[in-house]
Nanobody
């Protein structure tokens, strides 16, 4: 069982930055995939970024590439998402998720229905 709690959301103007954090606890293996998803009202949940095996590899959705950075701090059991140059279309509820015992290929798929562990989410609102 993995427990996840997000923090760091808020309201910013377009072009601004936010840093989201996800504190996790519980047993995880070296084949752990940690990811960030987001869901805007009326839209499907969308994968944003994932990090595999404590930072061995990172993957970004097209919408996040070049603007967002995912990282993992194993000393504090935290996964972070640094978001720069934010746009109004980034407005959503952001969730941290975990999937253990998988391959890198699975981690890069960012398929929400494969992740069993989820945090409650943190709201990000970007105004124009």
């Amino acid at each position: 069982q993995v427990h996840l709690v997000e923090s760091g959301g808020g309201s910013v103007q377009a072009g601004g930055s936010l840093r989201l954090s996800c504190a996790f606890s519980g047993y995880i293996s070296s084949r752990i995939c940690m990811a960030w998803f987001r869901q805007a009202p009326g839209k499907e949940r969308e994968g944003v970024a994932s990090i595999y095996s404590f930072g061995l590899s990172r993957y970004y959705a097209a919408s996040a590439k070049g603007r967002f950075t995912i990282s993992q701090d194993n000393a504090t059991n935290t996964v972070s998402l640094q978001m720069n140059t934010l746009k109004p279309e980034d407005t959503a509820m952001y969730h941290c998720a975990a999937l253990d015992g998988v391959t890198l290929s699975t981690c890069t798929k960012l398929a929400a229905n494969e992740f069993p562990y989820w945090g409650p989410g943190t709201q990000v609102t970007v105004s124009s």
